[in-house]
């Protein structure tokens, strides 16, 4: 014996209606309050594919440090201001700011010390100098060498300007450090900006500007700290006199600017969709009752995002806006109640004759999202539990809830049917045979599917990046001032001890030059090897720098340094060092010159280190380093090219899998619940003609597809999958429960949902807003148009021919 | 004389030279700023001469200057070698007879180098008040004008520079000679003769290569 479930819930319900208003109001409240509790997330690795070499960029790109440092540039607007000016309130601006989010202020490069400090790093020459650069200067050790060499730093001595030299000269007469000097000045200047140093300030090349770098405790992804960290800043930009313009360059700037913008979107997309679900829903049904629809979803959205929160405990803000589109698919079930209660009232028959297509439609848009769950993508897990969760709430709401508070006196007092737009083509007054409408149809589609031949995927990670334009303006500034505008790619060797990074940093770094060129490719390599490779290089000059050779060019430089003058001890500096390097400490990490660059070269980490290179992010370098890095374990490449090309073919392969995973689902569903091929083909008949529709629209409007939308494709399959359902069941079995006026407001919210996305500025959130309303109202035109007189010729004809 | 009661009678010469307070200084550099407003060139013949820890004796070198404003700087020296140096705006190009190549030098390239000749280049063109940002500028002498050049801690000419003195002319036309003490303890001396203000340059001075004059 069958249980009528339903019927014996639907009963109790009835009976208890005071205490479900009062349950329900209750977990409205509870929601409310918890959703000043839910806190949400802008990282972009949330919507990132679990690809290795994907999740191992952007774990890269959060742990390097420089995520951890804000870039401060101030302007100078005034024309009649000098740079002294400029200098003097940086300095105070920079000593003003005091913050525990801050660990540190740079404003002054300390230049006190910066030849001395060269001058000492240069004691460790001998252990820099390899092979190569010995035979070099083997081959400077014979009287003409000399003479050329002592020549040259006569000349040096005429030069104006010639006393910074000079210590430098004595310390080093053959010149032997010079690859040295010049690699630290390679790397110094290996970030690209155009920098220069005045009383320890760091000045734009045109003077007008500044630049203090931050170091902050709060990690670039974390939205709550990069809201109270800028905010402290622009506090203190105000004490700033009038003729500095001051701008911030920093990731944190862009979290915060994404989390505005969709905060915004989030709050325009509602009020524009709820405002229009009202005045929709009071203008046509003329029902104060019909408010109750509109509540539905959002009652169930709000509940959702407390649950999806307890689940997932970080919810990522591109979930939540979808809000209003699922809000706008969700309302389709309510529509379909209460437009079948007004025409038959509010009896259990008049639900059962509606249950049956409104839960076929749900399980057949929940298969799509559910088949996010089998995606790799976080985001993906949460946009599927929070989509169906809502689903499910307002599909229960719909058939359990919303019944009962429409009674059928009401109804029949007020004798009121709905005003709604009767979309019924088949009233039309000028008739189109059914063939002729097929035929018309089969050429629509397949000219929109000659046009998305032209569609193109993009995939640029920065169309993730909604920042405002203030922004990017700004930094567009920064660059014209600063440059370093093309950020380098970055190549990185791991190691579980720093030895081990550098030796293999050092062998990446003879491959890499070889396939690039040394101008190319920025290591700390290039002036500081390994430990083992310092104390061969140490060896090699003590052995090549013998008692008598030493003695031997001492007499050269006093012989052939007569002509110029040239004092007893005008190379002591010289002789005094040429033995000192292995008494050294093994790094000079006391020297700010040494301990800048390894702070930029290497990252410590929790387990062992990493050392990175810099090259220029190109395809042909890329390709070439690419070959070097396979060579070598625990070397890998970051670069913004590749990471886009990563996330593509990551994203490429995830797509195509979850596309056909939907879609299967949902024409399996189809199947099943219509229980005939030819039903469910007909069914399915919006779909087709949705996604033919949005593929041409991206094509002809030269849009680029991206991940989101495609994701939106798979949610237009669901909704305009219910359309033919509803419209297949009605051309079978025509219950008058108002089928096509619920299919029509149905549409109409949905596109009201997702063509309120159409003002959303983040780009994401307005792709899909496009897909969605291309797909669905294509999606709606074909169930109403094609499926009816497809219906008639394929199988009412062939069901009279069988009777 | 023990080298303690050496060092007293330096200290009490040295706490007698005068020192004048900050309003006089800011006051005299504006009257220099001002007087140097007007000019637009400046050629003299210079004699440079070096004490270097380097060499026995002191190099002598004899040779030309011109400025003309902005940012144009020949520097040329007749003996010992004949050196030529023509900066114009940001690029440098040198020659001398020894090599006699002409070596074409960018100064954004070389910043160190950019910082010595820019510096050598303020002092000459008198535009001192620029110069507060790296030095602290004492005044040692009204008449006639004598200033003293400290260069402040994070400077880049601190790491090599003890102290600057310039020395301006009786008629306070220009600068009669400026001292350049290093902290290597070198020293040098250039003196200024025949200085011309604002007189045509010859084009030929901007020339480098053993043709030029």
């Given at each position: ?6 019927g014996?819930?639907?009963d109790f ?39 290795k ?35 003097s ?9 005091k ?34 650069s ?10 003409q ?33 010079n ?29 007008r ?27 203190k ?13 920093a990731?944190h ?18 009020t ?22 509109f ?10 995002i407390n ?10 803000y ?86 009962h ?29 059914d ?22 995927f993009?995939?640029d ?30 190549f ?33 390599s ?5 430990k ?17 050779k ?15 003058n ?7 500096p010289f ?21 800048n660059?390894?702070e ?46 990563l ?45 033919a529709i ?22 237009v ?7 033919g359902?509803f ?7 025509k219950?008058k429960?108002g ?25 994401l959130?307005f ?37 | ?5 050496l060092?007293l009678?330096?200290c009490?010469?040295?706490?007698n ?7 006089e ?39 030309s ?52 000749i820019?510096?050598m ?6 535009s ?9 500028i004492?005044?040692?002498?009204k ?12 400077s ?9 003195v ?19 303890k ?28």
């Amino acid at each position: 014996m069958r249980v009528d479930y339903f019927g014996r819930i639907y009963d109790f319900l009835q009976k208890r209606k005071l205490l479900v208003v009062c349950l329900i109001i209750a977990v409205i409240l509870a929601s409310v309050i918890g959703l000043r509790l839910v806190q949400y997330n802008n990282d972009i690795g949330l919507m990132l594919p679990q690809d290795k070499k994907v999740q191992r960029s952007m774990q890269f790109l959060r742990e390097a440090n420089f995520s951890d440092k804000l870039v401060i540039s101030l302007r100078l607007e005034d024309p009649g201001r000098s740079s002294e000016d400029l200098i003097s309130t940086t300095d105070q601006f920079s000593r003003s700011l005091k913050s525990p989010l801050i660990k540190q202020v740079i404003a002054n490069v300390s230049g006190n010390n910066l030849i001395s400090e060269v001058i000492f790093f240069l004691e460790y020459t001998p252990e820099l100098l390899n092979q190569e650069s010995l035979l070099k200067i083997d081959k400077q050790l014979n009287p003409q060498g000399i003479k050329e060499r002592l020549r040259f730093i006569y000349r040096q001595s005429l030069a104006p300007g010639s006393s910074f030299m000079m210590p430098f000269l004595r310390a080093d007469p053959l010149g032997a450090s010079n690859l040295v000097l010049r690699n630290i000045e390679k790397l110094s200047t290996s970030l690209g900006y155009d920098v220069i140093v005045r009383n320890g300030f760091l000045l734009s090349r045109d003077e007008r500007n500044t630049m203090v770098i931050i170091k902050t405790s709060v990690p670039i992804t974390e939205g709550f700290g990069s809201r109270k960290l800028i905010s402290y800043l622009t506090g203190k930009f105000e004490s700033l006199p009038k003729f500095i313009k001051p701008s911030i360059i920093a990731g944190h700037l862009h979290t915060v600017s994404n989390e505005d913008i969709i905060k915004r979107d989030i709050l325009v997309t509602s009020t524009v969709a709820g405002i229009s679900f009202l005045l929709l829903f009071l203008l046509f049904f003329r029902d104060a009752r019909a408010a109750i629809i509109f509540f539905m979803p959002f009652i169930s959205v709000l509940i959702s995002i407390n649950i999806a929160y307890l689940f997932f405990r970080n919810l990522s803000y591109f979930v939540i806006g979808m809000g209003t589109v699922i809000a706008g698919i969700a309302i389709d079930y309510g529509i379909y109640v209460y437009v079948a209660v007004r025409r038959a009232g509010n009896g259990i028959n008049t639900i059962r004759q509606v249950i049956r297509p409104v839960i076929s439609g749900a399980f057949t848009t929940i298969s799509v999202f559910v088949a996010f769950f089998f995606s790799s993508v976080e985001g993906y897990h949460q946009l599927a539990f929070f989509s169906n969760l809502s689903i499910v709430l307002c599909l229960s709401f719909s058939l359990l809830i919303l019944p009962h508070f429409l009674k059928r006196k009401d109804i029949v007092q007020k004798n009121v049917l709905p005003r709604a737009p009767r979309l019924n083509f088949n009233n039309l007054s000028f008739k189109v045979s059914d063939s002729a409408r097929i035929f018309l149809w089969l050429i629509f589609i397949s000219l929109s599917l000659l046009l998305s031949v032209g569609v193109r995927f993009s995939n640029d990670i920065t169309q993730f990046d909604g920042t405002s334009k203030g922004i990017l303006l700004a930094e567009e500034d920064f660059h014209r001032a600063w440059g370093g505008k093309s950020i380098p790619a970055v190549f990185i060797v791991s190691g579980k001890t720093l030895e081990e990074a550098y030796q293999l940093n050092e062998e990446v770094y003879l491959e890499a030059v070889g396939a690039i060129g040394e101008d190319n490719f920025s290591s700390l390599s290039s002036f500081w090897p390994s430990k083992k490779k310092r104390l061969e290089n140490l060896l090699r000059w003590e052995e090549f720098w013998s008692k008598e050779k030493e003695a031997k060019f001492k007499r050269m430089l006093t012989n052939y340094g007569k002509p110029y003058n040239f004092s007893q001890d005008a190379f002591g500096p010289f002789f005094k060092n040429l033995h000192i390097a292995g008494t050294l400490p093994d790094e000079p990490d006391n020297l700010s010159i040494f301990s800048n660059l390894k702070e930029r070269f290497v990252i410590k980490k929790a387990d062992g280190y990493q050392i990175v290179s810099f090259f220029p992010d190109n395809d042909a370098y890329l390709k070439k380093l690419s070959e070097v890095s396979n060579n070598y374990s625990g070397t890998f490449i970051v670069s913004r090219k590749s990471f886009s090309n990563l996330v593509s073919r990551a994203y490429g392969r995830e797509m195509v899998w979850l596309f056909f995973l939907a879609a299967g689902a949902t024409l399996a569903f189809t199947i099943i619940l219509l229980k005939s091929f030819r039903l469910a083909t007909l069914a399915l008949i919006p779909v087709v003609t949705a996604i033919a529709i949005i593929m041409s629209v991206f094509s002809v409007f030269k849009l680029s597809l991206n991940a989101p939308a495609i994701i939106a494709c798979m949610v237009v399959v669901g909704i305009v999958s219910d359309y033919g359902m509803f419209v297949v069941y009605y051309c079978k079995y025509k219950f008058k429960t108002g089928t096509y006026t619920a299919v029509a407001f149905a549409a109409v919210t949905t596109l009201i949902g997702a063509g309120s996305l159409l003002f959303a500025r983040h780009p994401l959130l307005f792709s899909i807003g496009i897909t969605l309303s291309t797909g669905v109202f294509s999606g709606y035109i074909a169930s109403i148009l094609v499926i009816p007189p497809l219906y008639r010729i394929w199988i009412k004809e062939r069901l009279l021919c069988a009777n | 004389m023990t080298k303690k009661s050496l060092s007293l009678i330096v200290c009490l010469f040295l706490l007698n030279a005068p020192c004048y307070p900050q309003g006089e200084v800011d006051s005299v550099l504006s009257y220099l700023e001002e007087k140097m407003s007007v000019v637009k060139t400046i050629q003299t013949d210079f004699v440079q001469e070096k004490s270097l820890a380097m060499f026995s004796d002191k190099i002598v070198l004899k040779g030309s200057i011109s400025i003309q404003k902005p940012r144009h700087l020949s520097w040329r020296v007749y003996s010992p070698m004949r050196y030529y140096m023509v900066m114009a705006l940001n690029s440098i190009r040198q020659w001398d007879e020894d090599t006699n190549q002409v070596q074409q030098i960018s100064l954004n390239r070389n910043p160190s180098f950019k910082v010595a000749i820019e510096q050598m280049q303020n002092w000459f063109s008198g535009s001192y008040r620029s110069m507060l940002t790296d030095y602290k500028i004492n005044l040692l002498s009204k008449s006639p004008i004598v200033l003293e050049f400290i260069p402040k801690d994070n400077s880049p000419a601190c790491n090599f520079i003890e102290r600057v003195v310039v020395r301006f002319k009786g008629d306070e036309v220009y600068i009669g000679n400026i001292s350049i003490e290093e902290k290597s303890k070198d020293r040098t001396v250039l003196t200024f003769i025949n200085t011309r203000i604002n007189q045509p340059i010859d084009k030929n001075v901007w020339e480098v290569g053993p043709n030029a004059r």
